[in-house]
């Protein structure tokens, strides 16, 4: 679990997550399912997958099904 931090909301084209992981704090760049309504900064998500060839993480709203 971790929170949308950095950019003013996370979508489907763009955004970062934030983890804090032992103290130490992570940014990934992360992406919404293509159509998802954009989540405003602080929202809880979920990473469900890893694209290697772009380097971004998908994750989806924690409060969504």
Do not use: F, M, P
Request: aromatic share 4%; hydrophobic share 35%; net charge negative.
């Amino acid at each position: 679990v971790c929170s949308s931090d950095l950019t003013a909301e996370l979508t489907d084209r763009v955004g970062q997550v934030e983890i804090k992981e032992g103290g130490e704090v992570i940014l990934l760049n992360a992406r919404l399912k293509e159509g998802a309504v954009a989540l405003k900064r602080g929202s809880e998500v979920i990473v469900y997958a890893y694209d290697e060839d772009s380097g971004i993480y998908h994750v989806k709203n924690l409060t969504t099904s």
